[in-house]
């Protein structure tokens, strides 16, 4: 009797949660310029740290007939680390999950969200959940996610060359700053820059707005949390 006690609950609570999913999908929304330049340039931050503290030496140019040697640079400053890290940045965005318990640009983050580890879980306790769509689709990227994909594509070949600009010299400034807020967004379309995951802590989903300098402090969360 327990068992079926417990089953039906499950069920019912298993139609609230599938039914609020459909809501949330039908209400689909495409991320704006400022979510898609904020991700971007997390990842792409993210993928020259990892390298950044190469001692690797790499010898470019031709040897000559005159018996010039090949010149020699660093890889952490090199092109190729550059665009070593571009190659496929934007693919990574299709890790991200759509949160819809979040607000705004914290909308986007890896990880499964609360509400589908939830119906998961009572997939795996027996309980039929029905999505509209096979269980192994559940966690194919959502339309969101493939759009802010296509949107960083475009972004990063028309802002080609401030990348660049910033790579060779303007390291010192985060890459958030220097491209999204100085050349992509106007001020006016700066907002979602000002939120920083602070984990669930409230109705807002952990949204808080910092100041500028904050930001910069904060700006180590990593690229599953944004």
Known sequence: LFNQVFKMKAFI???VFACGFAAGSEDE???NKCEVCKILTTELQEAL??????KEVLEVGEVLDTGKRRRKIRYNTSETRLT???DNICERILQYKVHAERPGSLRY???SSQTMMTLKNLVNKGVKVDLGMPYELWDEPSAEV??????CETMLEEYEEVVEDWYFHHQDRRLENFLCENHVLKTS???CLKEVWKGDTGDKGGAEEVSGAERVESAAHDA???
Do not use: Y
């Open 13 to 15: 609570l298993a139609v």
């Open 29 to 31: 929304r495409l991320p």
């Open 49 to 54: 740290e990892k390298t950044g503290r190469s």
């Open 84 to 86: 070593e890290a571009v």
């Open 109 to 111: 983050a890896k990880g």
């Open 146 to 151: 493939t759009d802010m994909k296509k949107q």
């Open 189 to 191: 379309e700066q907002d």
């Open 224 to 226: 599953g949390e944004l």
